[in-house]
């Protein structure tokens, strides 16, 4: 029977697991786990016993994979984590997305230098995906300032959805066999083509599983006073697909800002989605005073969600992965921030509390029922 | 060549549970580069650690020979071993 709400939080110094009754009165909390080493990337795997999996991405002695078996009490490497062949000539930086696949055990894995591994025993063994880590675009994406990350992976059923920063959104309509550039409509400010075909730097993509053709993307805003080659380009940052991200197009009038990192939609409206603007220049919400902005008609209009949330001198910023939202009849949203503060705003984002005010900074927030 | 000298790695304490504890682990190399590849085959686990995929020594690794760190020696990598030395794998000082 699902009952409880398990929330993962990725930090710069381990994994924490925190868990409460429906209710969200009271979170316990776990950890972390991996110790002192940053987790990029976490998934609560609902198929069958639950598992839930953490990337400890160590810069001393390279990246793990941890799974729980046991609720998070407890974490264990798997046998091994991807890695190059020997011959390929990259080194595996970082983990950045970890997404369960078919059946109980597949999994696939998004890594620095952007590149996809996929995994058919829970982890334990990893194989490289070459339709899209041997691309012919691969080895002309560059790095952004977190560096050459692939942060999303959506499947639904064959068609599968890429986000790479900064190489764009690819879409493979056979399986993960192949993929293709698919980014009409999506701006790129730090070149003098502001819509590339490739090689913008998308924060991250979101979808609902009832309206699969529906996408939303958090694009690296910001660029609206540009004025070197190719002029200005309002905008940009917040997109939308209604063609299973064949085309994008701008839904960020309204908002304070188009940039930002994470995007989140609603559980059970796929017209529901939330972001949370950011000042491109400090990375922090404008004015020093923190709000997650949400849409009910698909990012035609937005509205501030700021109850209970500081009203100034607030300068933290929330990395793409650390906002989600859980799937009870009535969600709540979560997000970490880099001053290490987890915030659950209930009744869809209308009344927010701060969980824990003194975690290390948090990369990473994966709330499921179980 | 003549037969390989004789030294011992020493194992950093976060990387003893991939050598089955062990504190330190002697094996038989004319140089660093041969020592670690004597790593990969017979600690293939404590050897992920310590290089990546492409054989290079992990960026915020250091390894000493002795006292000297293998960066500032001439032959890198490449330098000669003598029967009992010391072989010692370190993470470099950070904070944060």
């Known amino acids: ?370 | 060549m003549g037969l390989a000298p004789t030294i011992t790695i020493h194992v950093p304490g976060p990387l003893r549970a991939y050598c089955a504890g062990a504190a330190q682990i002697s094996i038989s190399a004319h140089t660093v580069r041969a020592a670690l590849e004597d790593l990969e085959r017979s600690q293939a686990a404590f050897y992920r650690n310590v290089c990546d995929e492409t054989g290079t020594v992990r960026r915020h690794l250091n390894v000493f020979v002795n006292s000297d760190n293998v960066r500032d020696l001439d032959d890198g990598i490449d330098t000669t071993l003598m029967p009992g030395d010391v072989v010692t794998i370190l993470p470099a000082v950070s904070g944060g």
């Open chain 1, 1 to 370: 029977m699902a009952d409880r709400i398990i929330l993962t939080i990725g930090t710069k110094k381990g994994v924490f697991v925190a868990e409460a009754a429906k209710a969200r009165r009271s979170f316990s909390l776990h950890g972390p786990f991996g110790l002192g080493i940053p987790v990029y990337s976490t998934l609560i795997d609902t198929r069958g016993t639950p598992r839930l999996y953490a990337s400890s991405c160590n810069p001393f002695f390279g990246m793990k994979v941890l799974r729980s078996t046991d609720m998070g009490k407890s974490f264990k490497e798997t046998k091994s984590a991807p890695a190059f062949p020997k011959d390929d000539g990259r080194a595996l930086a970082n983990i950045w997305s970890l997404e369960a696949g078919g059946g109980k055990k597949e999994l696939w894995c998004g890594v620095e230098p952007a590149s996809l591994f996929r995994s058919r025993d829970g982890g334990d063994s990893w194989d490289l995906v070459p339709g899209i880590s041997n691309h012919e675009h691969a080895r002309k994406w560059h790095p952004g300032n977190g560096g050459l990350c692939m942060h999303t992976i959506i499947r639904d059923g064959n068609r599968m959805h890429l986000g790479i920063s900064t190489g764009g959104h690819y879409l493979s309509e056979d399986g993960g066999e192949t993929f293709r550039a698919s980014n009409q409509g999506v701006g790129a400010g730090f070149a003098p083509d502001p819509y590339p075909e490739f090689g913008q730097c998308v924060h991250k993509i979101a979808w609902h599983d009832d309206a699969p053709g529906r996408l939303y993307m958090q694009n690296h805003g910001g660029w609206s006073d540009w004025t070197g080659p190719g002029g200005p380009r309002p905008d940009i940052g917040v997109l939308r697909s209604d063609d299973y991200g064949h085309s994008w197009r701008s839904i960020a009038k309204g908002l304070p800002s188009d940039f930002g990192f994470p995007i989140v939609v609603h559980p059970h409206d796929a017209d529901t989605v939330y972001v949370m603007p950011l000042d491109p220049m400090t990375r922090s919400c404008p004015g020093g005073a923190p709000a997650v902005w949400r849409s009910e008609n698909g990012g035609n209009s937005w509205s501030r969600l700021a109850h209970g949330l500081p009203k100034k001198q607030s300068y933290f910023t929330v990395q793409r992965d650390a906002m989600d939202i859980d799937r009870l009849k009535t969600p709540a949203l979560y997000f970490g921030t880099t001053t290490g503060h987890l915030w659950i705003g209930k009744e869809g984002g209308e009344q927010w509390n701060c969980l824990f005010d003194s975690l290390p900074p948090i990369h990473n927030i994966k709330v499921a029922v179980v």
